[in-house]
C-alpha cells in the first residue's frame, strides 16, 4: 500500500510540470498588421471578407481582414471560441490563401 501511494504521488508530481507550465505559457509577442494593401491583397482580403460573411453558422462580422502576399491577417472579435475557429477555417478555404495570422480575440 505504501509502495503504491508512492507510485501515484511521483506519478502526479512528474506531471505538474507540464500542467503549470501549460498555463503559464503567455506570448508576449505582438503581431504587425500590415497597413497597406497591393491591389491583389485586396482582392484577396475581400474573398476572404466576403466568405466570412456568408457564413451563417456563426457571427463573424466582427472579423477585420488583410492580407499580404497571400498570408491572411484575422483580427477583431468574436462572440466564441467555436467562432474563432470557424473564421480560421473559413480564411484557408479562400483560393490565393498560403497562410493565416490569427489574432482574433474572444468576447467574455
Known amino acids: ?62 472579423v477585420k481582414v488583410v492580407s499580404n502576399g497571400g498570408t491572411v491577417y484575422l483580427h477583431g472579435t468574436v462572440n466564441s471560441l467555436d467562432a474563432r475557429q470557424q473564421a480560421i477555417k473559413t480564411a484557408w478555404e479562400v483560393s490565393g490563401v498560403q497562410s493565416v495570422v490569427n489574432t482574433l480575440e474572444v468576447q467574455k
Open 1 to 62: 500500500m505504501k509502495i503504491a501511494a508512492q507510485f501515484i504521488l511521483a506519478a502526479a508530481l512528474s506531471t505538474l510540470p507540464f500542467a503549470l507550465g501549460c498555463q503559464m505559457m503567455r506570448s508576449d509577442a505582438t503581431v504587425e498588421i500590415p497597413t497597406v494593401e497591393t491591389p491583389q491583397d485586396q482582392a484577396l482580403s475581400k474573398s476572404v471578407r466576403d466568405k466570412l460573411l456568408a457564413d451563417k453558422k456563426v457571427d463573424l462580422s466582427g
